[in-house]
Structure formats: structure tokens, C-alpha cells
């Protein structure tokens, strides 16, 4: 059973990978999983790009919660969307 992550544009750089799955025994809490990616990429940007993120679990925005309450299921894929320029 894994967590799907996907990267998207500066996230993607920092990371150097478009998406990567994170085994799981069960669910996890999305800080959880948040700093399983950030000890994967050390010396990368992850955690500042990360840090600055619209997060999507599921396809549902995970918005303004506390990620230590929000739940990822195995299955789940977690976007990460750094800020965007432009309209």
C-alpha cells in the first residue's frame, strides 16, 4: 500500500522527480507524509516550496486545515501546487 505524491512545477523542480509513491501500513496524517517528503529530497528546496503549497488530497483542497488532522488513506494521491504567476 503506498501514498501517491505529485509535483507540480516548482515542487517538481525542487524535487527533481513529477510524482513518487511513500508505503504505508495504514493511514497517515498529511504532516506525516509532509515530512516523509521533505527526508527524502534532503539538501533540496522541498520543504520551502512544500511550506508554500495548495495541497489536494484526493482531488479535495485540503485548504486552511490543520494537515496533523487530515487524514491520507492508502491509494490517496496528494498534489502539491505551488503558488502560480500570472492569471
Known sequence: MAVTVHYWAAARAAAGVASEDFPVDGPVTLAD???RVVAAHPGSDVERVVGVCSVLVGEQPVGSRDPGAVLVQPGDV???L???AGG
Open 33 to 35: 507524509l509532509v515530512r
Open 78 to 80: 496528494v498534489e502539491l
Open 82 to 84: 505551488p503558488p502560480f
